[in-house]
């Protein structure tokens, strides 16, 4: 798998803005000690791994999300989740730790910014949260800091934690994939573009974009104030946390939820994957001509934006599945054939992300869709317990670390 460290926002935006200090007085990165690993907050620390891009990433604010910087994740178009790794601290990718994100959420601005002639302006926006359906890390997660704009501009320590590929400093490629620390410092960040602040002196490199800045509170604990997201040998630009990442963790937290609940309109923010959830409990007619049908409204996309993915999770409790028909509809009437009366011995049609994108490809996200249902012979009734529709409009992934 050929992975690149870096897109281009991260190391070319800055081009000409600060002078090179001297070495001397440069933070560098600088491995973190093994036996410190598992210690906060050096245990929050992931790699992240898309199909063609290498960067950092940590989990925080919940124990299924990860924060990491957007360009990551981004080229000309927005890539498939991506693999997040912990405990990473080795030579090579530990892919038995590998985890396949089930997606991120993003500010809607950051494509459009990172792709115009001002794309300074995309640092302002340049931060991800993912998510899976699982634990990211043993522990609890990183409390993240919503003053961290104005904690990074003071005169306190700050450390920078990751995993670069490349000292951009010196010029010296890092092997492996070992967790690196830049500092503490003590450097004041200023205003760069929006929340993106900047600051000299520090240097860190290609594949520590979308680690954690990391200043103290009160208790002298370490959390997470921001976002590493580019810079040139001996300065550094970071997305600072605001009041505004509440934006991001309000849109992933239904998502999370056992019992996931609808997707959540947070102000400015979009995901790669939206989930539509029914979780009323519907008794079918029995013997019935007449179908169910249980609707989802999909309002969530930009309009004319084409799916990439579509899955469904259901679960139908009966003593004999052999007489259900059910059909997913979407806009347009394109139509899924989930369930033909087969399995005439089997009992309840439990399905878990079942992938039945064939059936829509290139068709618009945003509609009515259907999920319909019939319960065809009489004898055996049937509930249907929950639905999740699940509507994907970014890439997807084609391979394993």
Known sequence: MKISTLRLLGLLLLAGNMPVAAKSKTANPVKVPKFLTGEAPYRFNGVVLTDSVRGSGFCAWDSKTFFSAAHVVFGFTWEAPPYWVPKQNEEEINADRAILSRGYYRWIEYGDLALGLDSDDAFSKDVIVGYAFQNLIKGKPARINVNGEQDLRKKAPSLITGYPAENAYLDEDIDGYFLHKTGPTVTPYRSYAGK????????????????PIWTKN??????????????????TVVYAFSKDVNSLTRAVAPVIKKKQGAP?????????????????????????????????????????????????????????????????????????????????DADNLILADADLSASFTDIEANGYWYLRIRDRLKGDPAVLKSAVLEISTDGESTIAP
């Open 196 to 211: 993106a602040l900047l600051t000299t002196l520090i240097t860190t490199g290609p594949g520590n974009s979308g680690g």
């Open 218 to 235: 009160k208790k002298g604990q370490w959390i997470a104030s921001g976002v590493l997201t580019g810079g040139l040998p001996s300065e």
């Open 264 to 344: 959540i309109a947070a102000n400015g923010v979009t995901g790669s994957s939206l989930f539509f959830p029914h979780n009323k409990q519907i008794k079918l007619p029995d013997g019935a001509e007449k179908w169910t049908s249980v609707r989802f409204g999909v309002d969530k996309f930009d309009t004319g934006t084409l799916i990439s993915k579509v899955r469904l999770s259901l679960d139908i409790r009966t003593k004999h599945r052999g007489d259900l028909q059910v059909v997913l509809e979407g806009p347009g009437g394109y139509q899924a054939l989930i369930h033909n009366e087969g399995d005439a």
